[in-house]
C-alpha cells in the first residue's frame, strides 16, 4: 500500500458575524455555560456542591488513582522517547530551515512563569517543609517525621512532584499542537492533535467535545493555580502592611479574595489583550529577572551548604527511585488509620492531586508552549520543556526550601515557619532572616515576593485567557475580540472566587481532579497520535511522499 500525504485540512465552522464573529458557536457557548453553571453552582448552593464535588473527588481517588499515576510514566516515557529517536528528534515543529520566534531567555521565561512559576512561591518552602514532616517513609517507620534523617526522603518526593512528571505532562501536549499545527498547517487546537486517529471527522461534533473538555480542564487547572497564588497574596499584602484581609487562622478573607482577584484578574485581563508578544513577553521577563534575584539571596544568604547538598543528594534520590515512584501505587486495606490506608491516602493527597493538576494545566500551558515553540526541533523542545525547567524547580526546592529546613532543624526558627500557612510561610522565613537586620529590609522581601507573586499570577491568568479564546476560535492565533477576552478574565476569577467560598483551595482542588480525568485519556490519545505521524512520516520521506504541509503545496501543480 503506496503512502500518501497526511491530512492538512480540518476545516471548522465559526461564525461569519455578529457577536461570536470569528468563534465556534458550539465550542465556545457550550464551555461558557458549563463555567457558568459551574460558577452560579458553587456560590449559591455552596454547601450542596461542596458535598458533590467531594464525593466525586473520593470516587475519582478510589478508582483512578492508579490511571492518574501510569498515564504520567507514559507521559515522560513518550517524551524522552522521542528526543533520542533519530527520526523524531531532528524534526523542526516548523517547516525545514524555519527559526525560533522568541530568543531561549524570553522563551524559557514564558514558559516558566506560564507552566508552573507561581507555584514556586508557595510550593518551593511549603513542599519540602511538609514532607519532611510526614511521607511514606515516615509512614512505614523507615525515617523519623521532622528527623535529619528525613530530609533526604522529602527531596525525593518534593522532586517527584515538580520534576519529569510534571512537565512531561506539559511537553506531550505541546509537541503534539506544534507538531501538527506547523507541520500540517492544521488549526491551532486541541482536535487538531488527533487526526491520525480520527481524520477529517474532528471538524464535527466529536471536535467540538474535543475542545469543550480542554476549555473547562484548562479553567479548573487555572484556578487551581491562582486559588493557591490567591492565599499567597493576601498573606503578602498583610505582610506588608494591609489589614483585614486574612483570617486568625491565616485564610483569606472574603474581602481578601475580592481584593487580590480585582488585582489579579484586572491586570491579567489588561495583558491579555496586548498580545503574547508584548504583555506576556515583557511580564515574563520581569518575573524570571526577580525569580533570580529572589533565588540568588536564598542561595548566598541562606542555607548555602545544606541546599547544595539537597540538591545534588536529593537529584540522585529521585533518579534512582523514579521508576518504582512512576508505577508504584499504594493499596488501601479500607482500615482507617492502617499503614495501607494511610499510605493510599497520602498517594491521594500529594501524587494524585498533582498529576490531576498538571493534566489540567496541559492544555493550557501546552497550546501556550506550542505556540512560542514554532521552529524549534522535537528535541531541543523536550530538552528545554522538560529537563531544564525540572532543574530550576530542583534549585528552587533545594535552596528556598533547604533554608526553611535548616532553620528549623537547627533550632532557629523554633517553629516559626513550620506553624506558618503554606502561602505564608516564604513570608515568614524572610522576615525571620531579615528583621533582626532592619525590618525595611524584610518588608521590601516582602514587597518583591508579592511583586514577583502578581507577575507570575498575571502571567498565568492572562496567557490562559488567550489559550481558551484560541481553542474556541477554531486555533485562531490573532486577536479576538475584546468582549471575549473580559469574559473569560471574569469567568476565571469568579470561578477560583466561587470554589473559594463555598469550600476554600480543597473545594478548587477536588473540581480539578474531576475536570481533568477525561483530558488524560485525550492526552493518552495524543501519544498514540503523534508517534503514528512520527512513523508515518519517516515512511512517507523514505518514499519520497511529502508530508510538510509546505512540500504538499509545493508539489501540487
Keep these: 500500500m503506496s503512502m500518501k500525504p497526511p491530512l492538512t485540512d480540518l476545516p471548522i465552522k465559526t461564525a461569519e458575524g455578529g457577536f461570536y464573529h470569528g468563534f465556534s458557536l458550539d465550542v465556545t457557548v457550550i464551555s461558557k455555560i458549563i463555567i457558568s453553571a459551574l460558577v452560579v453552582w458553587a456560590i449559591f448552593w455552596p454547601i450542596q456542591s461542596g458535598v458533590v464535588l467531594n464525593g466525586l473527588n473520593g470516587f475519582i481517588l478510589g478508582n483512578f488513582a492508579a490511571w492518574y499515576i501510569w498515564v504520567v510514566a507514559l507521559f515522560v ?22 527559526g525560533p520566534e522568541f530568543s531561549n531567555f524570553s522563551w524559557f521565561s514564558m514558559m516558566f512563569g506560564a507552566g508552573i512559576g507561581v507555584g514556586m512561591l508557595t510550593w518551593a518552602v511549603a513542599e519540602p517543609v511538609t514532607h519532611f514532616g510526614n511521607n511514606p517513609e515516615v509512614i512505614q517507620g523507615l525515617t523519623t517525621g521532622a528527623g535529619a534523617d528525613n530530609v533526604r526522603m522529602a527531596y525525593k518526593w518534593s522532586f517527584l512532584h515538580w520534576g519529569l512528571g510534571a512537565w512531561a505532562c506539559y511537553a506531550v501536549t505541546g509537541l503534539s499542537l506544534a507538531f501538527f499545527s506547523y507541520r500540517r498547517g492544521l488549526p491551532l487546537t486541541i482536535r487538531s492533535s488527533l487526526t491520525p486517529l480520527f481524520g477529517s471527522s474532528l471538524s464535527g461534533k466529536l471536535g467540538h467535545l474535543i475542545d469543550i473538555v480542554a476549555v473547562v480542564a484548562t479553567i479548573l487547572g487555572v484556578a487551581q493555580t491562582l486559588g493557591f497564588g490567591v492565599e499567597q497574596f493576601v498573606a503578602g499584602l498583610t505582610r506588608i502592611g494591609i489589614g483585614g ?11 481578601g479574595v475580592v481584593v487580590a482577584l480585582l488585582i489579579i484578574m484586572g491586570a491579567s485581563t489588561l495583558s491579555a489583550l496586548s498580545g503574547v508578544g508584548k504583555g506576556i513577553k515583557w511580564l515574563s521577563n520581569i518575573n524570571m529577572t526577580l525569580s533570580i534575584i529572589l533565588l540568588g539571596f536564598f542561595i548566598i544568604f541562606g542555607a548555602t551548604w545544606f541546599g547544595a547538598q539537597a540538591m545534588v543528594l536529593g537529584i540522585w534520590d529521585y533518579l534512582i527511585a523514579l521508576p518504582e515512584l512512576s ?9 482507617e488509620g492502617s499503614e495501607s490506608f494511610l499510605l493510599a491516602q497520602w498517594q491521594g493527597w500529594w501524587p494524585v492531586f498533582y498529576w490531576a ?7 493550557f500551558v501546552g497550546l501556550f508552549l506550542a ?7 522535537i528535541r531541543e523542545f523536550v530538552l528545554g520543556a522538560m529537563i531544564v525547567p525540572s532543574l530550576m524547580c530542583f534549585v528552587w526546592f533545594a535552596w528556598a526550601g533547604g533554608t526553611a529546613i535548616d532553620l528549623e532543624l537547627n533550632g532557629e526558627a523554633n517553629g516559626l515557619i513550620f506553624d506558618a500557612a503554606n502561602g505564608d510561610k516564604i513570608f515568614a522565613m524572610t522576615e525571620f532572616m531579615l528583621a533582626p537586620i532592619a525590618d525595611a529590609l524584610a518588608w521590601a522581601m516582602a514587597m518583591l515576593i508579592v511583586v514577583l507573586l502578581m507577575t507570575f499570577l498575571v502571567t498565568s491568568a492572562d496567557s490562559a485567557v488567550l489559550i481558551v479564546n484560541t ?4 486555533g485562531d492565533e490573532g486577536p479576538k475580540a475584546r468582549p471575549h477576552i473580559i469574559f473569560w478574565g471574569g469567568a476565571l476569577g469568579l470561578v477560583v472566587a466561587g470554589l473559594l467560598v463555598s469550600g476554600g483551595t480543597s473545594a478548587i482542588q477536588t473540581a480539578m481532579v474531576i475536570g481533568a480525568l477525561p483530558f488524560s485519556v485525550v492526552m ?10 512520527i512513523y ?20 501540487q501543480p
Excluded at 245 to 255: F, H, N, R
Design 77 to 98: 516515557i513518550v517524551c524522552i522517547g522521542l528526543a533520542i529517536w533519530p527520526t523524531a528528534g531532528r524534526l523542526n515543529l516548523g517547516q525545514d530551515g524555519e
Design 245 to 255: 484581609l486574612m483570617e486568625a487562622d491565616g485564610g483569606a478573607t472574603v474581602l
Design 327 to 335: 508505577f508504584n501505587v499504594f493499596k488501601s486495606d479500607g482500615v
Design 357 to 363: 493538576w498538571w493534566i489540567a494545566f496541559a492544555p
Design 371 to 377: 505556540r512560542i515553540s514554532r521552529g524549534r526541533t
Design 471 to 474: 481553542i474556541n476560535a477554531a
Design 524 to 533: 493518552v490519545l495524543m501519544c498514540v497520535a503523534l508517534v503514528k505521524a
Design 536 to 555: 508515518n512520516d519517516g515512511k512517507r520521506e523514505a518514499a519520497g511522499v511529502p508530508a510538510t504541509i509546505d512540500e504538499i503545496e509545493a508539489a
